[in-house]
């Protein structure tokens, strides 16, 4: 028999969108365990890597109720590997315009701060976000990341981008670094060469490539 699942709590009893929304993902780090998501499955130890400040109790509470609520699902992988891993649902993966709203708005707060630390899928989802249309329409090429224990391949093409976790063996330049040492570069105003110089970011294959890549994303004005 199928065990049941528990209802979603309503704060509110208001019918406005908005205000169910925040009934989903209202709760203290429900929003963030969706972001670690947003690129494939996880693991329990794997999210909690990406979110260095929540307890195995909230997380276990988190994925519960965003279970319950329909935004992930949890499966076990295939033998040799026997690990439980947590996804997105097809209707949570449609959060990422959400973030990228979001992350555009609060971006524009005086009191955002580039230079905290930051896991790998909230960086790459800034890219999404960050990205100039402009700097980018002439812009083509494969840029490998490796971030820590996570690889990315980031493709650029007439402008689009296309985000995806996995093998580098198809990059035409690979960047070396940690989130946060990345991201002060970026847009934390950080130069190249003193990243380079203190081994934070190193750079393969294409150079010019890669420096180019790093130019493609800016951060908005901050509001008055």
């Given at each position: 028999m199928t065990?049941?699942?528990k209802p979603?709590?309503?704060?509110?009893e208001?019918?406005?969108g908005?205000?169910?929304a925040?009934e989903?993902?209202?709760?203290r780090w429900a929003l963030?365990?969706?972001r670690e998501?947003?690129?494939?499955?996880r693991?329990f130890g794997e999210?909690r890597q990406?979110l260095p400040?929540?307890?195995?109790n909230?997380?276990s509470?988190?994925?519960?109720?965003?279970?319950?609520?329909?935004v992930?699902?949890?499966?076990?992988?295939?033998s040799?590997?026997?690990?439980?891993v947590y996804?997105?649902?097809s209707?949570g993966?449609?959060?990422?315009?959400?973030f990228?709203?979001l992350?555009?708005?609060?971006?524009r707060?005086?009191?955002?701060?580039p230079?905290?630390p930051?896991s790998?899928?909230s960086l790459?989802?800034s890219f999404g976000?960050?990205?100039?249309?402009?700097?980018?329409?002439?812009?083509e090429?494969?840029v490998?990341?490796?971030?820590?224990?996570?690889?990315?391949?980031?493709?650029?093409?007439?402008?689009q981008?296309d985000i995806r976790?996995?093998a580098?063996?198809?990059?035409?330049?690979?960047?070396?670094s940690r989130?946060?040492a990345?991201?002060a570069?970026i847009?934390?105003g950080r130069?190249?060469s003193?990243?380079?110089?203190d081994g934070s970011?190193?750079?393969?294959?294409d150079?010019v490539?890669?420096?180019r890549?790093?130019?493609?994303?800016r951060l908005?004005?901050?509001?008055?």
């Amino acid at each position: 028999m199928t065990k049941a699942k528990k209802p979603v709590p309503l704060w509110y009893e208001d019918a406005c969108g908005a205000a169910h929304a925040l009934e989903l993902l209202g709760e203290r780090w429900a929003l963030l365990v969706a972001r670690e998501l947003m690129f494939g499955p996880r693991r329990f130890g794997e999210l909690r890597q990406g979110l260095p400040g929540i307890s195995a109790n909230v997380l276990s509470q988190r994925l519960e109720g965003l279970e319950a609520a329909g935004v992930l699902t949890r499966r076990k992988l295939a033998s040799p590997v026997n690990a439980q891993v947590y996804e997105l649902t097809s209707w949570g993966y449609e959060l990422e315009p959400v973030f990228q709203t979001l992350g555009r708005w609060a971006a524009r707060s005086p009191a955002h701060d580039p230079t905290l630390p930051l896991s790998a899928a909230s960086l790459l989802l800034s890219f999404g976000t960050m990205l100039e249309a402009k700097r980018a329409e002439n812009f083509e090429g494969r840029v490998g990341l490796q971030l820590v224990d996570d690889a990315f391949m980031v493709s650029v093409k007439d402008g689009q981008l296309d985000i995806r976790r996995g093998a580098l063996d198809r990059a035409e330049a690979t960047l070396v670094s940690r989130p946060q040492a990345l991201a002060a570069v970026i847009y934390g105003g950080r130069s190249l060469s003193a990243a380079e110089g203190d081994g934070s970011l190193l750079i393969a294959g294409d150079r010019v490539l890669a420096k180019r890549f790093l130019t493609l994303f800016r951060l908005p004005p901050k509001a008055e």
